[in-house]
């Protein structure tokens, strides 16, 4: 691994080493941060955003009215009879699923129940979230309100629950690969069986490109794409998989508190399409505090440096950030975490993702960089 320069940067703080972590464990990480990111020559071209360079996307002016709460409808996926949390509506799925390859997946299924919904065409925005939604945001469904009427004109907002993986993968799909070996090779399969680009296996991604599965509140519109969009890849794909991969991939053996496969990539679908999309609609990126709280110096500073690589797009930046990286794993992991997992985690050629000068995201920017190139 290349050596690390003792002053590649001038931050605002003295960072203090990591503690230690034993070595069966996940490393922590970091959460996403600001948006422009720099052309991609490795991805297929997509239609370039009207946003000026260098500046944050903004809405468009048609769309800055702030949402009343009554246009704004949170619902929360429950057991039948159970109540939702406060300030969420219970949904309840009134029947067996009977979409095949969604049916293990009961939020997906809800959504597409929903999106059929009458009353919900005339909301300007609407979201159905999971059961485990303050658990797993540090949110309250007054505080997601209050952060969609602080941010109004968006046509998508949406957050990611474990900002760790930002700041110490190169992207989302290669996160699962620790616990899930494998699980990268069953998302290639499947991007090509449904005729895209692998691409995004490989690049390394703006921290607004990592998104949990359906932690989104949306445009009747926006949701029609993307339900449309995710049904769109598992029909294409499907007739194409090998047995192995199809059945690895929809029909999985279920493991009592595991996620399967399949709902690990459901979960990555919302970050690949803003990639594809994201020239059609605008995005904000919802900011959890408590889980901000969490994060350690050394992975805001990879978070940053990383979207910054990709803001300037400096090689210069993205080489430190992937040895900046590669040392911290080291210290907190250990040798025996580096030489089982290192490999399966980080791609073998270093290729940016595609901007998403479209989405907007209000983490501040705390290192200055010299206008490294």
């Known amino acids: 691994m290349p050596a690390h320069s003792k002053k590649p940067v001038t931050t605002k703080a003295k960072v203090k080493p990591p503690a230690k972590r034993k070595e069966n464990a996940q490393p922590s990480t970091a959460k996403g941060s600001a948006t422009k990111v720099a052309p991609s020559k490795t991805l297929p071209a997509a239609r370039k955003p009207a946003a000026k360079k260098g500046l944050p996307a903004k809405p468009s002016p048609a769309r800055t009215k702030t949402a009343s709460a009554a246009s704004v409808r949170l619902m929360q996926l429950t057991q039948p009879g159970k109540p939702a949390e406060a300030g969420f509506e219970a949904y309840a799925l009134r029947a067996k699923a009977t979409m095949g390859r969604r049916a293990s997946l009961p939020t997906l299924e809800g959504l597409h129940a929903l999106s059929q919904d009458a009353t919900l065409q005339a909301a300007a925005l609407w979201g159905l979230m999971p059961g485990d939604f303050s658990a797993r945001t540090g949110l309250t469904a007054a505080q997601l309100r209050a952060a969609i009427d602080a941010n109004p004109g968006y046509d998508l907002y949406y957050c990611s629950a474990h900002p760790e993986i930002e700041a110490v993968h190169h992207n989302a799909w290669r996160a699962p690969e620790v616990t899930r070996p494998g699980f990268v090779a069953l998302c290639r399969a499947l991007l090509k069986a449904a005729g895209l680009s692998d691409k995004p296996l490989d690049a390394i991604s703006h921290s607004c490109l990592f998104a949990t599965g359906n932690l989104m509140v949306a445009t009747p519109a926006v949701w029609a794409q993307y339900l449309a969009f995710v049904d769109r890849v598992f029909n294409e794909a499907l007739p194409n998989l ?82 900046y990286r590669g040392l911290y794993l080291a210290h907190v992991m250990g040798k025996a975490w580096i030489l089982k997992n290192l490999k399966g985690i980080t791609p073998g050629t270093l290729n940016t993702a595609l901007p998403v000068a479209q989405v907007r995201s209000p983490y501040p920017r705390t290192i200055e960089m010299g206008g490294a190139a």
């Open 242 to 323: 090998d047995k192995a991969t199809e059945a690895a991939i929809f029909r999985e053996t279920p493991v009592e508190g595991r996620l399967s496969v399949l709902a690990l990539i459901v979960a990555r679908m919302p970050g690949l399409f803003l990639m594809l999309k994201q020239a059609r609609f605008k995005a904000f990126k919802i900011p959890l505090p408590k889980h901000e709280q969490t994060l350690n110096p050394h992975l805001r500073f990879l978070r940053e440096i990383k979207d910054q690589s990709l803001e300037q797009g400096s090689p210069w930046l993205a080489a430190l950030w992937v040895n």
